[in-house]
């Protein structure tokens, strides 16, 4: 083993997925002393059949059982609940649309996991996300990188790791493939090898989300109205509705063919706004619509993963997880907020989600979005 890569204690965040399962598995081979740890994170309904975290944790420590390192079930649930939680339903109650996996990430698995894990001794910790740290020698600043599969680069929502985390973190997948991820999950025999990928949160899990939103926000009933102020329907709530919104208006909406992205009576409707102090929904026809597309854009709660903010100038960003770098213009930093002018409209940007800025590969930060506007 090269001076580089002392060996270390390291302590996995063990999902019961194949991702973090390589990731331990990886780190073991280099030598490294592999500790595993399973985070649970909710328990109101861990029973369900929507929240499989029982089931995640008969996973990871199968693997650790062949992987031949030790696991600790953890528990998180408080922390999650206040940290996290607590914000998503306030920003549903407000009208906008959160992303709590984000949150996740900057308080639990990189706070308050972080924190466990170096009262174990750890010098680092490791999880299975695809995304990359380097060490920039130029400014000694630890770099967030997006991960070499750019089909499931997930540096959009590492976003607000800042240096004392980076500096504590190791992300082996991301160096790798998803497909190269699945053929050494098999070739070393991993019971989870096949194990297709989370697609949520687990106190949402595969539920219908309404359902579940309607367990802890009431229901205030309103208007739907068109772009020419007619209204057209009733909704059950703006919190059950998301900007770009397509199904479960119920306001038919039947298309005709070609009419998908374009207008027409029978052009399927979109939610554009949603009007607070009116208890009102806005819907539209047509993808492209004028009311769908915004120029620029206000964010808040920045947080910059090399601490003070970059310089205004051009760069590109995300508004959303799985969308191609746009180009922009940032502008109008302040503490804690700024402004993006895009070279190109996008489309149904949402206030809650986050805007995520770019430098080529070295994801630099971002916020939280406020408003958009078309100029």
């Known amino acids: 083993m090269s001076a580089a890569s002392v060996r270390q204690r390291v302590v996995v965040g063990l999902s019961g997925g194949v991702d973090s399962a390589v990731t331990a598995w990886l780190l073991k081979q280099q030598g490294h002393e592999v500790l595993g740890i399973f985070m649970k994170n909710w328990e109101d309904d861990d029973d369900s059949e929507y929240c499989s975290s029982n089931e995640d944790f008969v996973d990871a420590a199968a693997v650790a059982d062949v992987i031949g390192i030790e696991i600790e079930h953890v528990n998180f649930a408080a922390d999650y609940k206040d940290r996290v939680f607590a914000d998503f339903l306030r920003e549903y109650s407000a009208g906008r649309t959160p992303n709590p996996d984000i949150l996740c990430n900057a308080e639990i698995k990189f706070k308050a996991f972080l924190d466990h894990a170096l009262r174990l001794g750890a010098d680092k910790i490791a999880t299975g996300h695809y995304a990359r740290v380097r060490l920039n020698p130029q400014t000694g600043l630890n770099e967030l990188l997006k991960g070499l599969d750019p089909s499931k680069d997930q540096s959009y929502f590492l976003h607000r790791l800042n240096q004392a985390q980076l500096s504590k973190t190791l992300f082996p997948v991301g160096e790798l493939l998803k497909t190269e991820v699945r053929r050494i999950a098999l070739e070393i025999g991993l019971p989870n090898a096949k194990k297709k990928d989370s697609t949520g949160i687990c106190f949402i899990g595969e539920r219908p989300f309404r359902d579940f939103l309607n367990r802890y926000i009431a229901r205030e009933p309103g208007p739907i109205k068109n772009d020419k102020g007619q209204t057209i329907g009733q909704h059950v709530g703006l919190s059950f509705y998301t900007l770009g919104q397509r199904h479960g208006l119920g306001i038919g909406g039947l298309k005709a063919k070609g009419a998908q992205r374009g207008g027409g009576d029978h052009a399927p409707w979109f939610v554009a706004r949603k009007d607070l102090p009116g208890n009102t929904l806005w819907v539209v026809q047509g993808h ?66 986050s805007a995520v800025l770019y430098d080529g590969e070295v994801c630099l930060g971002g916020g939280i979005i406020t408003s958009a506007s078309r100029t």
Not at 324 to 346: H, K, M, R, T, Y
Request: hydrophobic share 40%; aromatic share 10%.
């Open 288 to 353: 492209e619509h004028p009311w769908l597309q915004s120029l620029m854009l206000q964010a808040g709660q920045a947080s910059w993963v090399a601490g003070p903010a970059p310089e205004p100038r051009a760069m590109a960003a995300k508004t959303r997880y799985r969308q191609a770098d746009a180009p922009c213009l940032l502008s109008g930093v302040e503490d804690e907020s700024f402004e993006l002018a895009f070279n190109q409209a996008q489309w149904a940007v949402t206030p809650g989600q």
